[in-house]
């Protein structure tokens, strides 16, 4: 063995142990002044200004050429102004449709709770009836579970959150709607309606009805040629119309499905929509 590598190798060694000692004794320095090194802290209840401003701040880097300065949407992504954080960090993470996933590589935990806060805290825009109608399905389920809540109607708040789970996958909002049947189940129809709104992320469009939703629904299910989701719709439809007898678009959309000619379904139900 040479002796000039020995003495290398010893002199790196001692610098290693004193760096050691050093970082050793950094760490055991009192750490009272600084906070708890736990995961993360939870969200406030009130989310800061100052955190709000950082959330700004982020979303222009990030976000704005997709959604807008103000969250209002342009072409290439849909507005997102007022949507709950919930809504927001579930669709940053693990998003469906054409937008990008922010990874937590890329952003992290606490900047993804400023950037929700952020979008929450913008006012959110009145959905415009044309636009409703391509929300994704399980938002119009909410927003029947939400009628059905003001309505005081338990068990059909209950009957659409159970349709919805069959368009969820994400487990965030699977226990959500999980918490909202929970809630109805015990009769507090008053938390069941705000975990519904947290799910939906925005507010339901104002004025439309029941069967309007139902009509959109079955417009849907005959375009994903799902006979038994189409009648489904239909039928409830029918019952939710004040009219006395079924209109007549009804009667043969339901005879052509029967027959399987979606084709010929979608043009009566055409009629109903603009009806
Ligand atoms: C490359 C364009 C693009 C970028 C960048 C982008 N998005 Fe999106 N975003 C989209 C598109 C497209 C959708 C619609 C996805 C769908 O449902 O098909 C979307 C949907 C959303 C939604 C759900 C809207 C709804 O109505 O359901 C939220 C919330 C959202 N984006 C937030 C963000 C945030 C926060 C950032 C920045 C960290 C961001 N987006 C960056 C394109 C983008």
């Known amino acids: 063995m040479k002796p000039g590598v020995c003495c290398r190798s010893s002199a790196f060694a001692g610098a290693l142990s004193a760096i050691l000692v050093l970082s050793l004794a950094c760490q055991s320095q009192p750490t009272a002044s600084l906070p708890p090194l736990v995961s993360e802290p939870p969200m406030p209840m009130t989310p800061s200004a100052a955190m709000i401003a950082e959330g700004k701040a982020l979303y222009a880097k990030s976000c704005v ?7 209002e949407g342009t072409a290439l992504g849909p507005k997102v102004a007022g949507h709950s954080a919930l809504a927001t960090k579930t669709q940053v993470r693990n998003p ?11 952003l992290s935990e606490a900047h993804l709770e400023q950037l929700a806060s952020y979008l929450a805290s913008l006012a959110p825009p009145q959905t415009p009836a044309q ?15 939400m009628a059905a809540v003001k309505a005081n109607d338990t068990p059909d708040a209950q009957h659409h959150l159970r349709d919805s789970l069959v368009y969820i996958d994400k487990p965030e909002y699977r226990a959500g709607v999980n918490k909202a049947l929970d809630l109805l189940a015990t009769g507090n129809t008053h ?16 004025g439309i009805s029941l069967p309007r939703f139902h009509i959109v629904l079955t417009m849907r299910a005959l375009k ?17 119309t004040a009219l006395k007898e079924t209109p007549t678009p009804v009667i043969r959309a339901l005879d052509f499905i029967a027959k399987s000619d ?14």
Not at 96 to 101: D, K, Q
């Open 65 to 71: 050429t997709c959604h807008g300065p103000n969250g």
């Open 262 to 275: 979606f084709h010929e379904a979608e043009h009566e139900v055409d009629k109903l929509l603009r009806g």
């Open 131 to 145: 636009q409703w109608e391509q929300a994704p399905t399980e938002n119009i389920y909410y927003w029947m579970a």
């Open 96 to 106: 469906r449709g054409e937008m990008p996933a922010f990874p937590q590589l890329q």
């Open 191 to 206: 938390d069941a309606g705000h975990e519904i709104e947290e799910l939906v992320g925005t507010p339901a469009p104002s």
């Open 224 to 240: 994903a040629r799902d006979a038994g989701e189409a009648t489904h719709h239909l039928k409830h439809f029918q019952t939710r």
